[in-house]
């Protein structure tokens, strides 16, 4: 079964505490990425990763970090979370990079405050 | 990645056909076309996708300009299970920036 699992699902955090997003798949993919999406707005790209420590920034890199230390594994870390990090993130996988479909998980939702 | 034009929202009844419109004028050669969508509490779903020749599945039928500057995603007999927004997107083929930037899309909502 082609599954992308996020965990937590929902998360509240104090401003300053550190925050830990994970995402796992199932499916052997080489490319995963992590989107966040705020009411009103697209899906702006945070990370990807190509592999096992190959990873590189999106649009909106600034104040993330990102981990993969096993291919079916990609987690997503905000030291220091500010308020203005509310919000659902997605954590998605792709076979290879050449253009193929992205499978979305079903998203954390962080709330800061 | 080029840019993609949706309308903002749309409205059908269930049963209908529905045609969602794109518009892609400066799309590049090696850019495909994908369609995702996504309801509310979920992560986005892959629809189709296409370069150049009209596409079909059991979702949807993608309908390409021959000149590739618009697309066409015909959704037939709609159900209230198909209210979510649809998303245009490019997403050129090869090479590690293949990514998918996402819009607002289109809010297709479905009554009864």
């Known amino acids: 079964d082609m599954k992308v699992t996020q965990m937590p699902r929902y998360l509240i955090k104090r401003m300053g505490e550190n925050v830990l997003l994970e995402c796992g798949q199932d499916m052997s993919h080489e490319t995963m990425y992590w989107y966040r999406q705020d009411p009103g707005l697209g899906l702006q790209l945070i990370y990807i990763?190509?592999?096992?420590?190959?990873?590189s920034e999106g649009d909106i890199p600034k104040g993330y970090r990102v981990s993969r230390k096993k291919r079916e594994h990609f987690s997503l870390i905000l030291d220091s979370a500010k308020t203005n990090q509310t919000s659902v993130y997605f954590c998605?996988?792709?076979?290879?990079?050449?253009?193929?479909?992205?499978?979305f998980g079903e998203g954390s939702r962080l709330i800061v405050v | 990645d080029a840019k993609t034009t949706q309308p903002d929202s749309m409205e059908s009844t269930e049963g209908e056909t529905v045609h969602l419109p794109c518009s892609h004028a400066?799309?590049?050669?090696?850019?495909?076309i994908y369609w995702y969508r996504q309801v509310p509490l979920q992560g986005p779903e892959y629809v189709t996708h296409g370069l150049q020749q009209n596409t079909t599945n059991s979702m949807a039928f993608l309908a390409i300009a021959s000149d590739r500057k618009s697309s066409t995603l015909i959704l037939p007999h709609v159900s209230l299970r198909d209210a979510a927004v649809y998303h245009c997107?490019?997403?050129?083929?090869?090479?590690?920036?293949?990514?998918?930037?996402f819009g607002k899309g289109t809010k297709l909502s479905v009554k009864s």
């Open positions: 400066t799309i590049s050669g090696n850019e495909y």
């Open positions: 997107i490019l997403r050129a083929s090869g090479g590690s920036n293949a990514k998918l930037t």
């Open positions: 990763s190509y592999d096992v420590d190959s990873n």
């Open positions: 998605a996988s792709s076979f290879g990079v050449s253009g193929n479909t992205l499978y």
